[in-house]
């Protein structure tokens, strides 16, 4: 997990709410992604970036937007959060094709 | 693939004993292959990556072996020890032109009985 930070490491939402969660790295990489993981499953990929300004949508993006406008971060937004959105969230970063590192997590609860 | 919400398939083996698990992957295009270890409470942990030009990979008492044929990885892990005990997951590497993800199985938990 060297070089990820990711904040906050908990956080409990309201319905409706919103609030961004960080990803940042410090290694130069330039692919950086979003993941969920709910309990019995495995990661699910909500959006990634190849690189600063380029964004794009995984597997279960409704309900979350990103951007990248530099290649250190990559925040999550939830706009209105929903209980359905209670999760673990995992930033990854990497380059192309090599190992990638996830950060610690942010556990987020919606009620 | 695609993630149910199944109870984890579970591995239990002695303490020194050899260890292997098994995954499928969908994309037969799929190029490049990472198994994490993930501890409880803990993001995933690279162990070891295999790229689709080889059929066998050795790390430090870990072993992947890669089967394109019928898209199927395994993770050996030699004398497993109690610290092994974890969540374990495939995860495969879509192509650059197909977006480049990465795709998780659902995950083996190993428990390691001393």
Known sequence: ?111 | GENVGLHLPTLSVQEGDNSIINCAYSNSASDYFIWYKQESGKGPQFIIDIRSNMDKRQGQRVTVLLNKTVKHLSLQIAATQPGDSAVYFCAENTPWNQGGKLIFGQGTELSVKP
Not at chain 1, 56 to 61: S, T
Not at chain 1, 94 to 110: H, I, P, S
Request: proline share 5%.
């Open chain 1, 1 to 111: 997990n060297a070089g990820v930070t990711q904040t906050p490491k908990f956080q409990v939402l309201k319905t409706g709410q919103s609030m961004t969660l960080q990803c940042a790295q410090d290694m130069n990489h330039e692919y950086m992604s979003w993941y969920r993981q709910d309990p019995g499953m495995g990661l699910r990929l909500i959006h990634y970036s190849v690189g600063a300004g380029i964004t794009d949508q995984g597997e279960v993006p409704n309900g979350y937007n990103v951007s990248r406008s530099t290649t250190e971060d990559f925040p999550l937004r939830l706009l209105s959060a929903a209980p359905s959105q209670t999760s673990v969230y995992f930033c990854r970063t990497g380059r192309l094709n090599t190992e990638a590192f996830f950060g610690q997590g942010t556990r987020l609860t919606v009620v």
